[in-house]
């Protein structure tokens, strides 16, 4: 398969000008390659912390819990401190 040099045929300025076109065009498409997981990290952010806000808003408009039916906290037991074989 044969390349035709098409470069020649073609005026210089006109070159320059499609050249200088498909310059920026890389620098775009590199600029939203580097800037795409950036803004999708954002938009999750942004939705679990509305998430976060109405889960929080349900909470208040539900008041607290009644203490008849709530569960009662179970007391922690103290563990006895154990010695390390490194504090004999």
């Known amino acids: 398969m044969a390349v035709l040099p098409l470069m020649f ?14 310059n920026y065009l890389v620098v775009a498409a590199l600029f939203a390659l580097v800037l795409a997981p ?13 998430q976060l806000r109405e889960a929080e808003r349900g909470r208040r408009a539900a008041g607290p819990p009644e203490t008849g039916s709530a569960a009662r906290p179970v007391p922690a037991a103290r563990r006895p401190q154990l010695r390390s074989w490194a504090r004999v």
């Open 9 to 22: 045929f073609v005026p210089a300025v006109q070159s320059r000008g499609m050249n200088t076109f498909l």
């Open 38 to 50: 950036v803004a999708l990290g954002v938009a999750r952010e942004r939705r679990i912390d509305r």
